[in-house]
Every structure is written in C-alpha cells, then in structure tokens.
C-alpha cells in the first residue's frame, strides 16, 4: 500500500479564512430583526439603545484578540465586553435566529457552516493535543522499561 501512496493526493492542511466581515453582518442582521419584533422600529432604523449594543459589538469584534481565528462571537470563550452587555447580546443573536431562518435563510446556513468548520478545527487541534500527551507517555513508559 505504501508504494500507491505517493499517487494520492496531498492532504490539505485546514484553511483559516477572514470571516469578520460575514459575522458584522449576521450581526447587524439579527440586530435588525430583533428591534423590528421587540421595539417596534422599521427599515434601517434601530432604538438606541439596540444600536448602542450593536456598535459595542462592531467595535469589539474589531478588536478581538483572536484575530481572524476568532469563533463566532456567541461560541467564544471569554466575550469581549462586560456582563450584562454579552447576556444582552446572546438574547439577541439567540431571538433573532429563528426568525433569520425565514427573512435570510441562505445567510443563516452560511453561519451554521462557519460554525460547523470552528468546531471542526477545534476538533481537530484537540485530537492533535491529545496524540501529541499520547505519544509523550508511550515515550516515557519505554524509557522506565
């Protein structure tokens, strides 16, 4: 089998792409649908208090420390802003989600797919990890014997 290997194609190592941009307008998306529902406003226009939250996020996404790495922001570890404004944010994205699957549903697979791919690399840097402490112990236990 070894000898056939060399006619295979490569493995290609996993691709991490600039998906700020498509997240910013998820973003303002949902941001969109959820004042619409909750406060009542209409075409481009967001409460203020609706679009002080969003420009907190726009910045703050800016300036993750993650960079292009970054997950999407209602997956990440540690938010980027406070308390209260991150519980403000996930009610948003989470409210506005099931209605995004009805106005934008290309937009909303897109964002299921971005999310698939984050947990997949995650999957991935964890199994390399974890057989990475695998190997360390085969090599310690061969060394005792």
Do not use: W
């Amino acid at each position: 089998m070894r000898i056939f290997s060399r006619f295979l194609p490569k493995k290609k190592p996993v691709e991490i792409k600039n998906n700020i941009p498509k997240e910013k307008a998820i973003i303002k998306k949902r941001f969109a649908i959820y004042c619409h529902k909750h406060h009542g406003t209409g075409g481009d226009k967001l409460c203020p208090k609706c679009q002080g939250l969003l420009m907190t996020v726009l910045t703050k996404i800016s300036r993750c420390p993650y960079g292009i790495t970054k997950p999407t922001c209602d997956r990440c570890e540690r938010p980027c802003f406070g308390e209260a404004k991150t519980k403000e944010f996930l009610t948003i994205m989470h409210t506005g989600g099931t209605r995004m699957l009805f106005t934008h549903p290309i937009m909303t697979v897109r964002q299921k797919l971005m999310d698939m791919g984050y947990d997949y690399a995650k999957y991935q840097q964890e199994k390399k990890a974890s057989d990475k402490a695998k190997a360390k112990e085969k090599g310690k236990d061969k060394e005792k014997k």
